[in-house]
């Protein structure tokens, strides 16, 4: 069974940054893409960015030259390094991999003024 568990989430002023960590049990981390999505109040989650298997990286619009993707397949873990934080950026994070159900409870970030 797949499970996903973020952290590093908290309360950062605006043009701060955070790193955040999803570890993935389960699953043959290697070998999956992985993504980041967030959910702020009231709205749609949206996808954040995505790493393929071999290291090929994709962002929305609103995060790029900000925010990067990685990850450590010897830790089955994927980051997300943010930089440049904006208010417009305080949402819940969360991680998944694509084409698989299950979501992780998510870790918040607020980005105050």
């Known amino acids: 069974q797949v499970q996903l568990v973020e952290s590093g989430g908290g309360l950062v002023q605006a043009g701060g940054s955070l790193r955040l960590s999803c570890a993935v049990s389960?699953?043959?981390?290697?070998?999956?893409?992985m993504s980041w999505f967030r959910q702020a109040p009231g709205k749609q989650r949206e996808l954040v960015a995505i790493?393929?298997?071999?290291?090929?990286?994709t962002y929305a619009d609103s995060v790029k030259g900000r925010f990067t993707i990685s990850r450590d397949n010897a830790k089955n873990t994927v980051y997300l390094q943010m930089t440049s934080l904006k208010p417009a950026d305080t949402a819940a994070y969360y991680c998944?991999?694509?084409?698989?159900?299950?979501w992780g409870q998510g870790t918040q970030v607020t980005v105050s003024p």
């Open positions: 998944r991999i694509p084409g698989f159900a299950a």
């Open positions: 790493i393929t298997a071999s290291g090929t990286t």
């Open positions: 389960g699953s043959r981390f290697s070998s999956n893409a």
